[in-house]
């Protein structure tokens, strides 16, 4: 359970430009063929799994430059930028994204903090819902009649965690196998949460965000300060 911020070297920004033609090409093939070898397929995907990362840069890139870069030095021409003029460029619109970044960044948090705050009042009046000291709320689904585990044991659990707009960011259950770590070596819901529970016991979490990522959140799935819920079966402790 865990985005990086745009930073760009020459090298990158060679890699950028290149992956993003072969973004480019492979959608405008895609209109007119199949891919049937395994050198177009390659191709192919690493077009469409570029774009997705590309996305938050699009509008920056006038892609008629870009192909003309490219195409100059594949060919072997001078550039039309010299050196010391392009790692000014790239340093003035690496700190540009970087600046975005930040700025998105705030307002996803305090879209999280407002709408988390929201879930977590109305979701302790339901009958349910247990409320610890820490803010951590749960639903016993099923009680287990096992021990209890802890802070010094592994367990074995199947689980599933969502964000509060139900989008699914990690499950052992589409793995099809339970995941085992310790219990301290989990976000702290997660320790408080199995230290209560009994081995076959099925429980619902609903974590707030200082016991969960943060204001650093984990990857792209799981933004800053957000609330996550989570399916959690205690299978058994291991030692």
Request: net charge positive.
């Amino acid at each position: 359970m865990r985005g990086v911020p745009v930073k760009l070297t020459a090298i990158t920004t060679t890699i950028i430009s290149f992956l993003f033609i072969c973004c480019f090409a492979s959608e405008t093939l895609a209109e007119n063929k199949t891919y049937t070898s395994k050198k177009e397929k390659i191709s192919y995907i690493i077009g469409t799994n570029m774009a997705k990362s590309l996305l938050q840069i699009k509008e920056e890139i006038e892609i008629n430059a870009l192909v003309n870069g490219l195409n100059d030095q594949f060919g072997g021409k001078p550039t039309a930028i010299t050196e010391e003029e392009a790692t000014e460029i790239m340093r003035e619109f690496s700190a540009k994204m970087n600046e975005l970044q930040k700025e998105k960044k705030k307002e996803l948090s305090e879209k999280a903090i407002k709408e988390g705050k929201k879930f977590l009042e109305e979701n302790k009046k339901k009958k349910d819902v247990v409320t610890t000291k820490s803010g951590l709320q749960y639903i016993v689904e099923k009680k287990g009649d096992g021990k209890i585990p802890s802070t010094k044991d592994k367990v074995k659990v199947h689980y599933r965690g969502t964000t509060l707009d139900g989008n699914e960011f990690d499950s052992s259950f589409k793995r099809g196998a339970p995941a085992t770590f310790p219990v301290t070596g989990v976000i702290k819901g997660w320790t408080e949460a199995l230290q209560l529970m009994k081995v076959g016991s099925k429980y619902k979490l609903f974590i707030p965000s200082d016991l969960a990522y943060g204001d650093r959140g984990a990857g792209p799935r799981i933004g800053p300060n957000q609330v996550l819920i989570f399916d959690i079966e205690l299978i058994g402790i291991e030692k």
